[in-house]
């Protein structure tokens, strides 16, 4: 039989290293050998006990039906609620389309605003999957080169300089995955003035994890704006899958239309978890970014000690990326020598494109006894 003929963009599209990393490192365990976990995104808390007994009620109660295609009307709401507390503003639930993770809503803001050939501007280095779902819709990432001085972040002159005619998207993240990077209020009021009618998708899921400075959301200063945020991270909910995109109510219609046909709805009963995510005590956030920012601290100081450079020190999310470059310059095969050899899992800064290259992304989502066993591992492979 003939091999099967599939399609060049599938061929093409490159692989997501840290998924890769995980699932190598998951075998090497299936095989006896000590893994220590610092690359995956994602927190080593528990999702919370009222969030877990909120989705069990909703399953007795059989509630595993299809909901409206935007979400249910009361965790709309809430999320609207949530963000109108927090930044001042006047949103509405008619503004919000409930989805299955974050990463459906940027696919379907993508859809909505790029026609074949249209560029999107994107920072570079950024979170490896952005330019994956431009390609493989038929659009344009264009790079904007960010500088480490500056967390890598995008900023208003950057944003002016790589502008092109037929950029119909502009696209930012704070706080931000591969740096930790949280952009300013100037910041992100400079980037909403240049953008001008050009919309921005704003990735805000790793919004409340902030150690220094303070969040802030694009729609605080455009209403032109598609933001895209979730559950995982602040909740500890990655597997629940439950995420959300805010877009201007005039262009839900489309962007509901386009969820119908791909997506249907998000999940019903893990939409009940949501509502008591939002709704229910905050104490547990708190307690896990005080932890988290311990964990930073140490990783920071011990990072330095072994030799990486830090040319920006994170003040969210919960990564830090590293200048590996005084021990190679190849990070994928770096990566996997760290794993086999030293039994730690990191991330190749090639994930997040050439920007990072050279780089190494820490994730500080793990215990501290496990960075502290890590950083001793890998302080023996690299200069023992």
């Known amino acids: 039989m003939s091999p099967l003929s599939l399609s060049k963009r599938s061929v093409n599209i490159p692989p997501f290293y840290v998924m890769e990393v995980l699932e190598n490192a998951q075998k090497l365990e299936h095989d006896g050998k000590d893994v220590v976990h610092l690359e995956i995104g994602e927190p080593d808390f528990p999702t919370a006990p009222h969030i877990c007994e909120a989705a069990h009620q909703a399953l007795t109660s059989c509630k595993t039906r299809y909901t409206h295609s935007q979400g249910i009307y009361e965790l709309r709401t809430a999320i609207v609620d949530d963000y109108n507390n927090r930044f001042g503003l006047d949103l509405v639930p008619e503004q919000v389309l409930v989805t299955s993770g974050t990463s459906p809503a940027l696919m379907l803001s993508f859809m909505a605003l790029l ?28 790079f904007a080169y960010t500088s480490e001085e500056n967390g890598f972040g995008l900023t208003p002159e950057l944003v002016s300089e790589n502008m092109e005619e037929d950029t119909k998207a502009i696209l930012v993240n704070s706080p931000s995955n591969p740096t930790g990077y949280v952009m300013s209020s100037k910041e992100m009021q400079g980037i909403a003035e240049v953008a001008g009618d050009v919309p921005i998708i704003s990735d805000e899921i790793y919004q409340g994890l902030v150690y220094e400075g303070e969040d802030h959301s694009i729609l605080e200063y455009t209403d032109n704006a598609f933001v895209l945020n979730g559950f995982s991270k602040k909740y500890c909910m990655t597997g629940w899958r439950l995420g959300y995109l805010i877009a201007p109510l005039d262009c839900m219609r489309v962007l509901q239309k386009l969820q119908q046909n791909f997506f249907i709805c998000a999940n019903s009963f893990v939409q009940e978890a949501g509502i008591a995510a939002l709704e229910g005590p905050q104490d547990h956030v708190d ?28 003040k969210g999310a919960f990564y830090v990326l590293a200048d590996a470059r005084e021990f190679g310059s190849d990070s994928l095969e770096m990566s996997r020598r760290i794993l086999n050899e030293a039994g730690v899992a990191v991330t190749p800064g090639i994930d997040f494109g050439s920007g990072a290259e050279g780089y190494i992304r820490f994730s500080y989502a793990n215990s501290l006894e496990n960075i502290e066993e890590g950083i001793r591992r890998l302080d023996g492979f690299l200069n023992g």
């Open 115 to 142: 026609d074949q050939g249209d560029k999107v501007l994107l920072p570079n280095p950024h979170y490896a999957c952005y330019p994956n779902f431009a390609t493989a819709l038929g659009s344009v990432p264009r």
């Open 287 to 314: 307690k896990m970014v005080a932890t988290y920012d311990e964990r930073r601290k140490y990783l920071l100081k011990r990072l330095k000690d072994i030799g990486f450079n830090i040319g920006y020190e994170p």
